[in-house]
């Protein structure tokens, strides 16, 4: 295999590409830095001195609102300078690459790129081609990986059910085309839950999609069953065309997440979703709004788990913690 | 020039040749193998202890990117590439820019490859006009400004009746129709094989249907029009079936398999590699094993290189914002020689899949050292390490996954039409 560019030779956070390839206890540390960052978001004083100094750069090819929010709210806190650059696809019309508007970029001297790109391996990419000093966190890439996503997802099941190795978890939707499916499913294998169930129609599963180490379900009341968290994935409106499904209605009947069909997970079950909801379509509101519903809680993790990404592939440490491998 | 080549393993597998042997060459032809002719004085004689003298190789598949694409490579950067290779005729498909729908062009690349004198480049006329797959070319003319087939490149002719079309006035004109099997309704804008990578890696995936229903509605119309087909580049281990259960049935078709397929898998994409995003994209171990299957069964017939050299800027960018393709000449001869260390095949068979079978395919007297034929010929050492550094390669386009890899075996000399037009420094010694 070729080496993992997210770490350093000493095996430490350089980039966060990926979910893949990453030990069990890397993602622990993350978890463990983010839940005593997650107290800074309640204090009088938002902030922690780590990055003072350094400047970060959210680079955005892709419209985002609440991923770009919560890493620029992320850096702030951790009282980095944040700049913002929204590149649409009329500069790859004018024929900038890829490759150069990163060049133009590095040399206004930045010291950590967070990306957006509609390209699979764009992040990756831009870690292969950047100077040895810069860091680069994937803000999703494509349908390949979305990893600050699936962190602050483990955050919440975390913070909610105490431990993974008891738990079954099932991925509700469009497998096919989500980039947070497939870090989430990493995650979820690396840190030892039980099962991972993915329920969609065979039209919304990637090709040997058991190899991530997943179990697939068609039928979403087989597949909640005992389940002890539920994920349901946002479906596109364009999913309609290209003869992948025939209509969101009948969508919702057979795959939207109900109350009635939720009756068959376990009793404390957690529903999570990554945003933005498409209520009636993957989702009813009073399941999206109801008792069981951890999606809120969701974005505000978001926060202090891109606060602990950030702090450790630039190599910011908090006073008196180790960094074990 | 008059040659005399002296004491080399002389393999020519359509006369069954395969011993240490004398070659002697005149006027641009083989004038005697075995036996000297009367009252011959050699201008040169090489001493070919140690090598394989074998035809010149004949490569069915190589972007020579002239006209149109100049800012990657030439006729004239490609054939010295080509030679060095131990390539003596490449056949150009026709989506150069502009296509080569008119006589004009075909005659343009013949006339530039006449120029530069390194190897024999044979052209393939549009299928359809412009590759669009709507209206059907002028096939007479073409074939009367030397195309030696007909095919629509990497465009398919998505309109079946169009193609019927196609194939019967193909016929018409005794020509042989070279099919690139793709569905490009399944392989929709895919760029990896859709299986386990492709799923890991998130790219959008081509699957094995996208072959197998295209060369199923080929094959369907080469037994309604009775066209003589060529399926180039097979990457599936079913289509592979689909050719031999044709063959077998009696149908007038034929197959090759580029180099790369018979070694790479979709594995080999790693993280993104875009060295490895080619069309068809590389399949499974199980395709790769059931393709050299088909290679040493005599299914498939060549070993084509599929080049395609690209300036750098082609493939640094995500993985399917780059350009798929390898620049592969000079991986052919020795790519095909692992195939025989691997126990795929013997060398003679290996030969035969490099020379003479491929002429068949084009039904030209080439590929052998038969007295009285163009003295085209390959002169490598088969024991030779050596290990690809891409900054050496010779042909314009570096853009190769094979770097670093350690080959046995390397050309040495190649002659064309009796002419050294390639001879590495160091290995032989001249007398």
Request: proline share 5%; with cysteine.
């Amino acid at each position: 295999m070729p080496r993992n560019i997210q770490l350093d030779g000493q095996g430490r956070l350089r980039h966060f590409l990926s979910i893949e390839g990453l030990k069990r206890s890397l993602l622990m540390e993350i978890l463990d830095l983010a839940e005593s960052f997650a107290g800074v978001t309640e204090q009088t004083v938002k902030k922690v001195p780590l990055l003072r100094g350094k400047t970060i750069v959210n680079l955005f090819f892709e419209a985002s609102t609440r991923t770009r929010v919560t890493f620029e709210l992320a850096a702030k806190r951790l009282s980095a300078d944040v700049l913002n650059i929204n590149i649409n696809s009329s500069s790859a019309v004018k024929g900038e690459t890829l490759l150069d508007t990163l060049q133009n970029l590095e040399a206004m001297y930045y010291d950590m790129f967070v990306v957006r790109h509609a390209d699979s391996g764009a992040a990756h990419f831009i870690a292969e081609h950047v100077l040895p000093h810069v860091h680069v966190i994937n803000a999703g890439d494509g349908r390949h990986a979305h990893p600050t996503q699936a962190m602050l997802d483990m955050f919440t099941i975390r913070r909610v059910k105490g431990e993974f190795a008891p738990l079954t978890v099932a991925i509700v939707g469009d497998i096919l085309h989500s980039r947070v499916a497939r870090s989430q499913i990493h995650a979820l294998t690396t840190l030892g839950v039980n099962e991972v169930r993915v329920i969609a129609p065979k039209t919304l599963i990637p090709k040997d999609v058991e190899t991530l180490g997943v179990h697939v379900y068609h039928d979403l009341r087989r597949g909640l069953r005992d389940a002890d968290v539920v994920i349901a994935l946002r479906l596109q409106h364009e999913r309609m065309q290209g003869a992948l499904l025939p209509s969101e209605h009948e969508y919702f009947q057979l795959y939207g997440l109900t109350e009635e069909k939720l009756a068959l997970a376990k009793p404390d079950a957690i529903i999570m979703h990554p945003g933005p909801i498409n209520r009636g379509v993957e989702i009813s509101s009073s399941v999206a709004d109801g008792p069981r519903s951890v999606i809120l809680q969701q974005v505000t993790h978001g926060i202090a788990v891109r606060m602990a990404v950030m702090a450790m592939a630039m190599g910011s440490m908090p006073l008196g913690e180790g960094r074990a491998a | 020039m008059r040659l005399h080549v002296r004491n080399g393993r002389v393999i020519d597998p359509a006369n069954k040749v395969d011993a240490i042997q004398d070659l002697w060459i005149a006027d641009g032809r083989i004038a005697a193998l075995g036996k000297p002719p009367a009252d011959f004085r050699a201008d040169r004689t090489i001493d070919a202890a140690g090598l394989v003298v074998c035809p010149g190789l004949i490569d069915l598949c190589a972007h020579l990117r002239e006209p149109g694409q100049e800012h990657k490579a030439t006729i004239a950067s490609e054939t010295a590439a080509a030679a060095a290779a131990g390539i003596t005729t490449l056949v150009c498909p026709p989506d150069t820019d502009p296509v080569i729908d008119t006589p004009a062009v075909a005659k343009l690349i013949q006339q530039r490859a006449q120029d530069t004198a390194k190897a024999r480049v044979l052209t393939l006329g549009a299928l359809t006009q412009g590759l669009e797959g709507t209206q059907i070319s002028e096939m007479g003319a073409l074939k009367a400004a030397g195309c030696i087939g007909m095919s629509n490149a990497r465009r398919s002719v998505a309109n079946t009746l169009v193609m019927r079309r196609a194939m019967e006035y193909a016929a018409t004109h005794d020509l042989t129709v070279f099919l690139h099997a793709e569905d490009p309704w399944l392989s929709n804008h895919g760029c990896v094989h859709e299986g386990q990578v492709g799923t890991r890696l998130g790219l959008p995936g081509i699957p094995e249907a996208a072959e197998t229903v295209a060369v199923a509605r080929d094959m369907a119309l080469v037994q309604q029009t009775g066209v003589r087909a060529h399926f180039c580049r097979l990457s599936t281990a079913q289509a592979v079936r689909m050719v031999a259960r044709a063959q077998y049935d009696g149908l007038p078709v034929s197959a090759d398999v580029s180099a790369h397929h018979l070694h790479l898998t979709e594995i080999d994409i790693g993280d993104f590699n875009s060295q490895c995003h080619v069309l068809p994209p590389l399949r499974t171990q199980r395709d790769r094993e059931a393709l050299r299957a088909g290679l040493a069964k005599g299914t498939l017939r060549s070993i084509c290189s599929d080049h395609q050299p690209h300036e750098a800027d082609a493939k640094l960018a995500p993985f399917a914002a780059t350009e798929p393709g390898i620049s592969a000449l000079e991986t052919l001869l020795p790519l095909s020689l692992r195939l025989v260390e691997e126990g795929v095949m013997s060398l003679p068979e290996l030969i035969a899949r490099l020379t003479h079978q491929p002429a068949e395919l084009l039904r030209m007297e080439i590929g052998t050292l038969s007295v009285g034929t163009a003295a085209d010929v390959c002169l490598f050492n088969p024991d030779e390490p050596w290990e690809l550094v891409p900054e050496h390669m010779q042909s314009r386009g570096r853009n190769t996954p094979f770097a670093g890899w350690q080959f046995k075996g390397r050309t040495a000399i190649t002659l064309f039409k009796g002419q050294v037009v390639f001879e590495r420094e160091s290995p032989v010694r001249k007398k």
